[in-house]
Nanobody, 123 residues
Framework: VQLQAFGGGLVQAGDSLRLSCAYSLRTFNDYAMGWFRRAPGQGREFVATINDAGTRTYYEDSVKGRFTISRDNAKNTIYLQMNSLKPEDTAVYYC?????????????????WGQGTEVTVSS
């Protein structure tokens, strides 16, 4: 069982990026999923989460209105659409699978993590 995140890159402030995370689990749609990030020199922080059915989402305050998390259960994939990117969004972004059906904002609610994909936003 693997999580594979991709889509990071170097962009300018104000640009958009879409991150994707594929999860090779047959029961993908039984679990909430989330995105976290780790900025240089800082700890990993919550970004966004989506419940198993994709009907409820929750965001960290600094990304509300700019980022959108979504999922395609037919493709076992979640997405993070990031608009109006800011230099402070620069981080390594991680996708994670929870053992819960509802979304969760705490790392302890996730038991499977993908490798990160790096996002750099220049000013």
């Amino acid at each position: 069982v693997q999580l594979q995140a991709f889509g990071g890159g170097l962009v300018q402030a104000g640009d958009s990026l879409r991150l994707s995370c594929a999860y090779s689990l047959r029961t993908f749609n039984d679990y909430a999923m989330g995105w976290f990030r780790r900025a240089p020199g800082q700890g990993r922080e919550f970004v966004a989460t989506i419940n198993d059915a994709g009907t409820r989402t929750y965001y960290e305050d600094s990304v509300k209105g700019r980022f959108t998390i979504s999922r395609d259960n037919a493709k076992n994939t979640i997405y993070l659409q990031m608009n109006s990117l800011k230099p402070e969004d620069t981080a390594v972004y991680y996708c994670a699978a929870s053992f819960l059906r509802s979304g969760a904002a705490t790392e302890s609610s996730y038991n499977r993590w993908g490798q990160g994909t790096e996002v750099t936003v220049s000013s």
